[in-house]
């Protein structure tokens, strides 16, 4: 199970940080990332680290949002600066995940989103 907060409303030039808990019966965590998905639009990738701390970010969020994760945790953190009206989405928090009783299966988990508005 994965929890996510952290959206809000916030003007153009703003931060805000989402957060992310991945809870249950966890043997690992491959990998841990944001999607997010704008009104009309698919769902898009933000940004993702892997276990090994390899990260990957959409090139419309490079040099704005940095993912940080707390492996001893199982958490997840987008820091976004500079936001734009085009970041306006709700963010969903992933992390592809080996459950303990059958750690083979890496599942794909998905948060509940948390709405992120950046106004003009």
């Known amino acids: 199970q994965l929890q996510a907060s952290g959206g809000g409303l916030v003007q153009a030039g703003g931060s805000l940080r989402l957060s992310c808990a991945a809870s249950?019966?966890?043997?690992?965590?491959?990998?841990m990332g944001w999607y997010r998905q704008a009104p009309g639009e698919q769902r898009e990738l933000a940004a993702t680290?892997?276990?090994?701390?390899?990260?990957n970010y959409a090139d419309s969020v490079k040099g704005r949002f940095t993912i940080s994760r707390d492996s001893a945790k199982n958490t997840v953190c987008l820091q976004m600066n500079s936001l734009k009206p085009e970041d306006t989405a709700v963010y969903y928090c992933?992390?592809?995940?080996?459950?303990?009783?059958?750690?083979?299966?890496?599942?794909?988990?998905w948060g509940q989103g948390t709405l992120v508005t950046v106004s003009s």
């Open positions: 992933n992390a592809h995940l080996r459950d303990r009783s059958f750690p083979q299966l890496v599942i794909s988990s």
């Open positions: 249950g019966s966890i043997f690992s965590i491959d990998s």
């Open positions: 680290t892997t276990s090994g701390g390899t990260t």
